[in-house]
């Protein structure tokens, strides 16, 4: 995988809660952050107590080659979202200005314990569908961003399969939004929830507190 490939832009540890519908007894469990990239949560969880590690293909860069990147995608981003303005609810981040803010704050925030946290072996680089990690390794897996989001880049039997390896090393996995780039749901949810439920494991959907694109405020729960 080529950096360029990549689109690093991190999330905050209060985005993750309320995404995942975090609670302080979650919080105190082994979680897995799968797709976190350069997202604080890793960060602010451990600065707590927290027990998580993050996979990611873009672990394997250096916090310059990171940076760097996270410097090209930025106007790539904002010019989408301008043109998207309408595709998102405009409460809790205000404005255009405002969400860069957030999001540079939050990737401060990794890049600030990145080269830590590599050495501690909490941000692994890996990527889905093959994690190397153990069987029911991780009480919670969280994966914000990355499945369902990018329906039009990743294919079904890749989701199919990542969903079975996240179930694999975590007893919960916990995915979120549900919809795509354009904001419509994916064409992936049902498919996958079918051969998820053939398996015999328990898939529930959940409202979720986050709210920012429109149409996604659900997450995917299975246990
Ligand atoms: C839009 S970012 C989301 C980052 C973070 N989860 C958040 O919500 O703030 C998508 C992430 O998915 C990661 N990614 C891409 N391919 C992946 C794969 N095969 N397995 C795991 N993560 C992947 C990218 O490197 C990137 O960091």
Redesign the pocket.
């Known amino acids: 995988m080529q950096l360029q490939d990549?689109?690093?832009?991190?999330?905050s540890f209060e985005e993750y809660r309320d995404m995942f519908l975090l609670t302080d007894a979650d919080l105190q469990k082994a979680v897995l952050g799968?797709?976190?990239?350069p997202?604080a949560f890793n960060a602010q969880l451990t600065k707590v107590g927290g027990n998580v590690i993050s996979?990611?293909?873009?672990y394997r860069f250096s916090t310059q080659e990171i940076r760097s990147r996270v410097r090209g995608v930025c106007p790539e981003i904002v010019r989408e979202v301008s043109k998207n303005f309408d595709d998102y609810i405009w409460e809790s981040i205000h404005d255009i200005d405002h969400l860069v803010q957030v999001r540079m704050e939050a990737m401060a925030r990794f890049f600030d314990d990145y080269e830590k946290g590599k050495q501690a072996g909490r941000y692994i680089n890996a990527?889905?569908p093959e994690l190397p990690f153990g069987d029911n390794a991780f009480d919670i897996a969280l994966c914000?961003?990355?499945l369902f989001l990018y329906s039009d880049h990743v294919s079904l039997e890749q989701h199919i399969l990542s969903m079975k390896e996240l179930c694999r090393v975590a007893h919960e996995v916990r995915v979120y939004p549900l919809v795509t780039l354009d904001g419509s749901r994916s064409q992936y949810v049902s498919p996958i929830i079918e051969s998820l439920v053939a398996d015999g494991v328990d898939v529930s959907f959940q409202k979720v507190r986050y709210r920012f694109q429109k149409g996604a405020d659900e997450m995917l729960v299975v246990k």
């Open positions: 990549i689109v690093p832009w991190g999330r799968c797709g976190d990239g997202a996979a990611d293909p873009v990527s889905l914000s961003h990355y």
